[in-house]
Nanobody, 123 residues
Framework: VQLVESGGGLVQAGGSLRLSCAASGFTFDDYYIGWFRQAPGKEREGVSC????????HYAHSVEGRFTISSDNSENTFFLQMVSLKPEDTAVYYC?????????????????WGQGTQVTVSS
């Protein structure tokens, strides 16, 4: 399994970014893709997840209404659209995969991880 994130960068508070996660190297389709973030000195935090088969989505309270997770199943690519960004959203963002039908934003549940992409929001 390979997961490759892209789309991070530097943006001013109130701005937007769209992260992408390209998934490859497997044939199963019953899994969740999760987006996580980790700021310096803080624990990795679950942001959102989506079920590849059903499209069901879940969000952390801290991002609900500002972040939208989606997928392009034909390309096995997953997105995290982030709007109204705040300085506290600054972190390295990771996508991860868990072979499960049940949603979770608990990072130890996830089996495969991308390398991460930096998101910096300036005030």
């Amino acid at each position: 399994v390979q997961l490759v994130e892209s789309g991070g960068g530097l943006v001013q508070a109130g701005g937007s970014l769209r992260l992408s996660c390209a998934a490859s190297g497997f044939t199963f389709d019953d899994y969740y893709i999760g987006w996580f973030r980790q700021a310096p000195g803080k624990e990795r935090e679950g942001v959102s997840c989506i079920n590849r088969r059903t499209g069901a989505t879940h969000y952390a309270h801290s991002v609900e209404g500002r972040f939208t997770i989606s997928s392009d199943n034909s390309e096995n690519t997953f997105f995290l659209q982030m709007v109204s960004l705040k300085p506290e959203d600054t972190a390295v963002y990771y996508c991860a995969l868990v072979r499960s039908s049940y949603p979770t934003l608990w990072y130890p549940s996830y089996d495969y991880w991308g390398q991460g992409t930096q998101v910096t929001v300036s005030s």
